[in-house]
């Protein structure tokens, strides 16, 4: 079992600029989400879906989009980065109900 | 929505003395708290969580208590090593129907040899 997958690992983005982060599990996990982190702030939800074509808005949602296609995939789109956009982001999934929540290994972002 | 304070913001022990962490949180309907670990460069990790109907759950060196009264859940770790060291997040989970972790902003945690 790879648990969640995200890439890229770094990226260093001009503002402006658009990407796509990869988010990938293979434990069959309804719930994703996706937070930001930053020092001293702890982790923000950005979005989340609780399953295949069902996405909503965490705190954080502006500048990003997102899409369920499937169950195993999760991608977090930055339309037009930001410097504040810079940040570590992680990706998560969860069973629903109350049970653990698994991060994948996070993407540190720079945005100049 | 839910609001989760976490305090202090750093902490600093001698190794073999007890850590003490504390959470508040805000919505009266939330019914599961987890903590996590993050060690440097790394993904959070849990290490324990506790549910509403449960005051106290230990693991080892580990436990945590919640107080629905008042609202609060605390992590206690006893007998600190240097590999505590690490920041400590909570969260709290809503109540039925909600899908959503809120985290406390971070405790980090040094245990000095």
């Known amino acids: 079992n790879a648990g969640v997958t995200q890439t890229p690992k770094f990226q260093v983005l001009k503002t402006g600029q658009s990407m796509t982060l990869q988010c990938a599990q293979d434990m069959n996990h309804e719930y994703m989400s996706w937070y930001r982190q930053d020092p001293g702030m702890g982790l923000r939800l950005i979005h989340y879906s609780v399953g295949a074509g069902i996405t909503d808005q965490g705190e954080v949602p502006n500048g990003y989009n997102v899409s369920r296609s499937t169950t195993e995939d999760f991608p977090l789109r930055l339309l037009s980065a930001a410097p504040s956009q810079t940040s570590v982001y992680f990706c998560?999934?969860?069973?629903?109900?109350?049970?653990?929540?698994?991060f994948g290994q996070g993407t540190r972002l720079t945005v100049v | 929505g839910e609001n989760v304070e976490q305090h202090p913001s750093t902490l600093s022990v001698q190794e073999g003395d007890s850590a003490v962490i504390k959470c508040t949180y805000s919505d009266s309907a939330s019914n599961y708290f987890p903590w996590y670990k993050q060690e440097l460069g790394k993904r959070p990790q849990l290490i324990i969580d506790i549910r509403s109907n449960v005051g106290e759950k230990k693991d080892q060196r580990i436990a945590v208590t919640l107080n629905k009264t008042a609202k609060h859940f605390s992590l206690h770790i006893t007998e600190t090593q240097p590999e505590d060291s690490a920041v400590y997040f909570c969260?709290?989970?809503?109540?039925?129907?909600?899908?959503?972790?809120?985290f406390g902003k971070g405790t980090k945690l040094s245990v000095i040899p």
């Open positions: 998560a999934s969860s069973y629903p109900g109350n049970t653990e929540a698994f």
């Open positions: 969260a709290a989970k809503g109540g039925a129907g909600s899908y959503q972790l809120t």
